[in-house]
């Protein structure tokens, strides 16, 4: 029976994921026997198919934070598993490969995952074979698109600090961007302020961005009322424009806005932020109202957006 609520939906995918990694055996101190733990194993699967790979390709490839990574891979060219060579075409490129040390730590590795998924495969009949397979096609097909953890940046809820980072950014980059004075600073702070004070985890959400262990951006949806809620403090900093964060932070807030019973998101920004508008544009958002006024030293148009859920 399939559940029908989202909380029971939730668990009983859980369930799933629980039930999947104790038959694989990737919760094991050493993956299959083996000295690596899961993360270490899938840089060498990933280095033994491919020898053109980056660090940074790489860190895409995987999902994972480059800081991390970068520690991972320190680690295993300590162990004399792994080689960086500068590519032919570009000398700036460094390449990953394994070396002959980390092929021969790979081949059992790979060879006891092999055997370990003949071995499950073989306690079913040729029929159940044929469902599991089909079962992994039609989840693959569901989740290969949009992978929470695909791009070089992860969101994560925010912290002790954060606030303080917000307040700051956005007071030096509409700065040094739009020219905008202390007050808009101040009024970023208010909303901060108010967040805290008021925050209802249920209704209410902060996330923060990090690449490279650097935060790289924000966005909060906060309650308006019963119905409505307000998408507020969008922020991407320069150095991760261009990698699709700003339409993942938007796309979170559209997510939780719409878990949390709200029909109505609503956004207020000033018509000279044509970035910021065009991804409003593209999640569907719809400029209901805009009124000039003036502000942080500026005369403007604040523009209020709509987004039915």
């Known amino acids: 029976m399939i559940p029908e609520t989202l909380a029971e939906r939730v668990d009983a995918l859980r369930q799933f994921n629980r039930l999947f990694t104790r038959r694989i055996g990737v919760l094991r101190e050493g993956l299959l026997h083996t000295?690596?733990?899961?993360?270490?194993?899938?840089?060498?699967?990933?280095?033994?198919?491919?020898?053109?790979?980056?660090?940074?390709?790489?860190?895409r490839e995987l999902g994972l934070d480059q800081g991390y990574l970068s520690r991972l891979l320190g680690k295993l060219e300590q162990q004399g598993l792994l080689e960086r060579t500068r590519a032919e075409d570009d000398a700036r490129r460094l390449l990953l490969r394994l070396t002959p040390a980390g092929r021969d730590a790979f081949a059992p590795l790979d060879q006891r995952a092999r055997d370990e998924i003949a071995d499950l495969l073989g306690g079913l009949s040729d029929v159940e074979q044929r469902r599991l397979l089909e079962a992994t096609q039609t989840i693959s097909g569901l989740l290969e698109h949009g992978l929470k953890y695909a791009e070089p940046f992860v969101l994560r809820p925010h912290e002790p600090g954060d606030m303080g980072w917000v307040i700051h950014r956005h007071g030096v980059l509409y700065r040094q961007e739009y020219g905008w004075n202390e007050h808009f600073e101040a009024l970023v702070a208010q909303i901060c302020a108010d967040f805290i004070t008021n925050y209802d985890p249920e209704r209410e959400h902060c996330w923060i961005a990090e690449m490279n262990s650097a935060i790289v951006g924000s966005a909060f949806v906060v309650k308006a009322d019963e119905t409505t809620a307000k998408l507020r403090l969008l922020l991407v900093e320069p150095s991760a424009r261009g990698l699709g964060l700003g339409a993942a932070l938007i796309d979170a807030c559209i997510r939780f806005a719409r878990r949390s019973g709200y029909t109505t998101l609503r956004l207020w920004t000033n018509s000279i932020l044509v970035a910021a508008r065009h991804l409003y544009t593209r999640a569907g958002f719809v400029l209901v109202d805009?009124?000039?006024?003036?502000?942080?030293?500026?005369d403007l148009v604040g523009e209020t957006w709509e987004l039915k859920l």
């Open 35 to 59: 000295p690596f733990g899961l993360a270490e194993a899938r840089v060498l699967y990933e280095l033994a198919q491919r020898d053109d790979l980056t660090a940074a390709a790489l860190g």
């Open 290 to 298: 805009e009124e000039p006024h003036h502000s942080y030293g500026h």
